[in-house]
């Protein structure tokens, strides 16, 4: 099976994989509601759990001025309650089932999920719907939460592997842009915004038109989507008929296609190259290096998971064996990417003796040079696509990834690819491939982002 597109004007019911009846697999089915909400199912048979997510596609760069903040805001006022329930009901309703339910917010979309028994999934339709439709943003609330975000900010600022990323993403996109601000907001950003600002991004983008409900497990589809409608009669959300809200335009500067460009065009609306350092009292120093990466949208995101898995995504990865096991330089190394609608980083980390830094600079910067100049050694590419392709199957044994992976085909990709073709696309990687994608990365301007215990320059640091 190819990859199936989904159209948002799409009505009635959509059967999207598993329809060929020639093995009892995975049932993925679509249906746009009369309110404009997406429904999408992954009904796995034999299991238990169920996970639902509710997905609005506005996350941290969206804020306008005035409502920084606004969206990891939203994402704990939520959970305080609304006309129904009271914070304690909705962490009790699933305690008592033994559920769990979270939020995740993102530079582009916000989500808010439970897990529970496949009988419970009633309850769990009731409930997040509840809070995703209805919430109250009191005010006495909000300045609460005001302060424990204010914590959670607090803590994140005393990692230093936060501290780096955090960094390392600002020199990247540019501290003005959008992609270059915390997702959580600033202790600043968050201090300063009033309740109004966000109820006002509350109402503008907590529609029906702009939502998308996924669930996967033990779960039927017409019935999720009865439960749905329902939840959302009740708030008052759908009684007009509207379609969904266009998803956020795919592609890179002018001129490029939808998801694509190259890395070097990309780069070119970035800002150039630059080193920071972040003076902090720590026993290590964290480094990253890395620059422009790929949009979400690209085909070639294929290619740079081999490329990734390859460079740094496991033991038997060539900074891994170089950095820690050949030179016992470092306990954490690894390579990484992310990808945006329009925008994208790819970097390598390590975590390593301040005193060390210069040389695993060094190294870092050699790994991917080499494999940009020299291309794979022998062995490298098998190796790399089995793990992608062995790491893709083992994380669809969980009910919330393949919730997650419904919700990022209909508002990232627009299509629903089936695992056969996502397995496919992976094998079909070539090391000409991996190589000319290695060597357009590091073509690109190159960022370097250290944190540690340095007043000066950590690349003169004496061994």
């Not at 992976?405 to 299509?415: K, N, W």
């Amino acid at each position: 099976m190819t990859a199936v597109p989904l159209p948002l004007e799409a009505t009635g019911t959509q059967t999207i994989s598993g329809q060929d009846g020639a093995h009892e697999g995975p049932l993925v089915q679509r249906t746009v509601l009369a309110g404009g909400v997406r429904v999408l199912t992954e009904s796995v048979p034999g299991l238990r759990s169920a996970t639902l997510g509710a997905w609005v596609g506005v996350g941290s760069r969206d804020e306008a001025d005035g409502h920084l903040g606004s969206t990891h805001f939203l994402e704990h006022l939520l959970f305080k309650g609304t006309a129904r329930r009271s914070a304690l009901d909705i962490a009790a309703a699933f305690d008592a089932v033994g559920g769990e339910s979270n939020a995740a917010t993102g530079k582009e979309h916000t989500t808010y999920y439970a897990r529970v028994i496949d009988t419970d999934l009633p309850l769990a339709v009731d409930v997040v719907a509840d809070m995703v439709t209805s919430a109250t943003l009191d005010p006495d609330d909000l300045e609460g939460e005001r302060q424990v975000i204010l914590e959670e900010l607090a803590m994140n600022d005393d990692d230093p592997v936060d501290v780096a990323h955090e960094r390392f993403t600002e020199q990247v996109f540019g501290a003005t842009s959008p992609l270059g601000r915390p997702i959580g907001g600033t202790a600043q950003s968050i201090l300063d915004v009033p309740r109004d600002a966000v109820w006002e991004h509350y109402q503008q983008h907590y529609t029906a038109p702009g939502l998308v409900v996924t669930a996967a497990g033990g779960v039927d589809h017409d019935a999720v989507c009865g439960m749905v409608a329902d939840a959302l009669a009740r708030a008052g959300w759908g009684e007009r008929s509207a379609s969904p809200l266009p998803r956020r335009p795919l592609g890179g500067p002018a001129g490029a296609g939808a998801g694509t460009g190259s890395v070097t065009a990309l780069a070119a609306s970035l800002p150039g190259s630059s080193v920071l350092t972040v003076d902090r009292p720590t026993e290590q120093a964290n480094v990253l290096l890395g620059g422009a990466g790929l949009c979400s949208g690209d085909p070639r995101r294929f290619v740079l998971a081999v490329l990734n898995a390859v460079l740094g995504g496991g033991m038997s990865s060539r900074l891994f064996q170089e950095v820690r096991e050949e030179r016992g330089l470092a306990y954490s190394v690894y390579s990484f990417a992310s990808g945006y609608a329009d925008a994208g980083l790819f970097g390598v980390y390590a975590g390593c003796s301040p005193s060390k830094v210069p040389e695993v600079v060094e190294l870092l910067a050699a790994e991917w040079r080499g494999l940009a100049e020299q291309g794979l050694r022998p062995g490298e590419l098998e190796r790399a696509v089995g793990q992608v392709s062995g790491s893709t199957v083992l994380a669809l044994e969980d009910s919330g990834s393949r919730m997650s992976r419904l919700g990022r085909a209909e508002l990232v990709h627009g299509e629903y690819a089936s695992l056969e073709t996502v397995l496919a696309r992976t094998r079909s990687v070539t090391a000409d491939q991996v190589q000319e994608l290695a060597a357009e990365l590091w073509a690109a301007p190159h960022h370097l982002t250290v944190v540690g215990p340095f007043d000066t320059d950590p690349l003169e640091v004496a061994p």
